[in-house]
């Protein structure tokens, strides 16, 4: 699990790509002035910028006062459905500046967003024949009929544009051309809410509460997951927060290979059925205990057991003597080396690059 922290220009970003209506403001406006000991956001943007401190009060004071969940469940305007649509095409938009590349729960999964060019995409509108954009209208609307679509291809042929945007405004076009524009940019992650939205909607268009996964840690996993338990502090449901400044797992949570009797093989990969692979606390009472259960992650990352044992293996065989007796011995210099150490381990690059099983790689190079 991997801590990532949204920059302050990415909220700044995102306060303004979540609108409200004047409505939705005197909505809040009044809520808040009902709960007058409770240290609410004073308006909307502050909401769904809030930190995790303040994201981990409110969803306590939902789960322990009945009076508050009622209220707050009147704000509709305040459901995830509401606005899924803005805030998963503030994430398509800005993929680059948030720079997430894997899971961040469970780091063995890429997630990423794949497109087709726009100028592709208009060239297929300009050229293509029927059966062309038969085949493509047919995978994202299998229903589709082919009476739509020669009467689509009649009013591509009268009016030719050089943005796909702009044909949403002839009419009669809109619908085929938002499936299209839904075809072209398709994002391979969920957006998980860390706190579950279903037991608090205030914090289900708050940023921080938002957590880039993979469908198995967002779906399969988490649906048998409960984050707070009653009695828990707003502090230590604070610390779970991948998001939160505090949020400590990597330290706290370490990969290990048993070897048979604890000796080091000449060979982990010869012995791999009587290796194990462990993901263990650090200290006891770790908070992030259960939660690298609930994900099961080590189950998870046992299936792929050979990997840390072939690194391994490789840190045996080409260990430091190995690297010093090269230098020695041969004509390559200190940056040749280097490079061949880089090769063999891929270290910097998993690192700064972001990669699938980076922590368990790192845990094993101590
Ligand atoms: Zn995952």
New binding site residues.
Partial sequence: MIKYIYSDYIIQKYKKAITFTQQNHNDWDTFITKFPNYNLPKTLEELISANTEVLSSIYIYSNTDQYFQKEAEKLKFLYYDMKSGDIIKFFIENRDLLNIST?L??N??YVNIFETKEEEILDLLHTASFNELKTILEIIDPSIEDKSIKNFITKLNKNKKSRLEDYKNISGMKTLIDKIISYRVKQQFDIDHFLPKNKCNLISLSINNFIP??Q??NSRIKSTRNVYRIGMTSKTLECLFPTSPNYNYSNEMKFIILSPNNVKPTSYVKLISDCELLLQPTTSNSVYQKEALSFRIQDRYRYHIIEPLTYLDKLNHFNDTYFNNLKNNSNLNEDEIKFLKESLFDDLFRLKNQRIFEKLYSDLSI
């Fill in positions: 899971c729960y469970c063995m999964t996964s993979c198995v840690c």
